[in-house]
């Protein structure tokens, strides 16, 4: 068995919660409630929070907080967790970025981490006087990015003359933090599409895939193992998105799920679906985000619902420990009431992933033929 699956939260600094619904959620895009629930969480399982990104009103999210001035409160509210700041190409520089991430991981002890998000949302970019470049592009740019990024965190000296960026004899200091394992802050990114899984093998430390059930994710998981293999890098690790709805029994659960796309806002849902439909239909191959996603997936604007993290807490433990054997490293999960439902993972499905990978580990030990 490998290593225990890792947990992350989207943190909610975006208003309308993690579902595009009417339903009541208890929960809050400020700051007081996103500080006590980033503590609630590392003392709850949680080793990684991603901060959302929006640049403007839009589909459901009318309000929010900036990811990357946010992500740097909730390390300085916390003592444990690291926090990922997504950040835009084409919004940033590397160079910015990088001083920036430098001086929170200093102020962390080493926490910080960033997704660089190549962008679905056309109308940030026009309406900040940005252009809106073809899909491939996007994740070209994104590349140049990631590797200008890695550079200046760890060497002394930048030189690069990219199509899309260009620095001379920059230097930085100081340097980001550095352990074993961890030469410099975690790079995430994210992204479905064959110029995804291609670009992550060749230079993240980590990719997010939309929601997916097991099939989905065996097929990205081999799609960007071997583009790292075709380049001589370790893989990248996975992280999966998914909605996790824990109940006593899987009636009230599956009627949770019922009432939450019952009672979805239709036109941000659809708007949301327009817009996102539109930045991936570019792909040579349809394999854009969100290019299958219908309307129920929608409504968990990450098709968090597709995971089926869905039932009792046996039942999702279950299932995360059959993903975890599948490859999936790290899941990134939302939830609808946030501090309720991450103190109930915290309590009653936390200690059933661990209690059932202990036993795959027993087991995998057991049938290991002895030694001569």
Not at 219 to 224: A, F, G, H, L
Not at 244 to 265: M, N, S
Not at 287 to 308: A, C, I, P
Request: charged content about 25%; overall charge negative; aromatic content about 12%.
């Amino acid at each position: 068995m490998p290593a225990p699956i890792k947990f992350a939260y989207w943190v909610p600094n975006v208003s309308g919660g993690l579902v595009t619904s009417t339903i009541e959620q208890r929960t809050d895009w400020g700051y007081d409630y996103n500080r006590e629930l980033a503590v609630l969480a590392e003392n709850n399982g949680f080793e990684y929070a991603l901060s959302q990104v929006r640049y403007m009103a839009s589909y459901g999210a009318e309000f929010q907080h900036e990811s990357t001035s946010f992500s740097l409160a909730l390390l300085l509210a916390t003592e444990r967790l690291k926090v990922i700041a997504a950040a835009h190409p084409g919004l940033w520089h590397p160079g910015v970025l990088a001083k920036l991430g430098a001086t929170a991981d200093h102020l962390s002890g080493g926490r910080f981490a960033v997704n660089v998000v190549s962008g679905w949302f056309k109308d940030e970019f026009t309406a900040l006087g940005e252009p809106w470049l073809e899909h491939d592009e996007r994740y070209r740019r994104s590349e140049e990015f990631i590797r200008a990024l890695r550079q200046i965190w760890t060497e002394d000296h930048t030189e690069l003359a990219g199509d899309f960026y260009r620095l001379r004899d920059f230097s930085l200091k100081p340097k980001p933090l550095s352990a074993p394992g961890r030469p410099h802050p975690e790079i995430f990114q994210g992204g479905n599409s064959t110029a995804a899984r291609q670009m992550a093998g060749r230079v993240s430390d980590w990719y997010f895939s939309n929601g997916k059930d097991f099939g989905g994710v065996v097929e990205q998981i081999n799609d960007v193992r071997a583009a790292a293999g075709r380049t001589g890098r370790t893989p990248p690790r996975f992280g999966l998105n998914g909605f996790l709805i824990a109940r006593d029994t899987e009636a009230e659960a599956r009627d949770t799920l019922r009432e939450i796309v019952a009672k979805a806002d239709s036109d941000a849902v659809e708007g949301f679906g327009a817009a996102v439909k539109q930045a991936g239909r570019s792909t040579a191959d349809g394999k854009g985000m969100w290019q299958d996603s219908n309307f129920e997936d929608l409504v968990q604007y990450n098709d968090g619902f597709r995971t089926q993290l869905i039932g009792t807490p046996e039942q999702i433990a279950e299932r995360i420990v059959a993903y975890r054997r599948l490859g999936v490293d790290l899941l990134l999960l939302g939830f609808l009431h946030y501090h309720e439902e991450v103190a109930y993972f915290g309590k009653r499905v936390l200690p059933l992933v661990r209690e059932l990978e202990a036993q795959l580990s027993d087991d995998e030990h057991s049938a290991a033929p002895a030694s001569v």
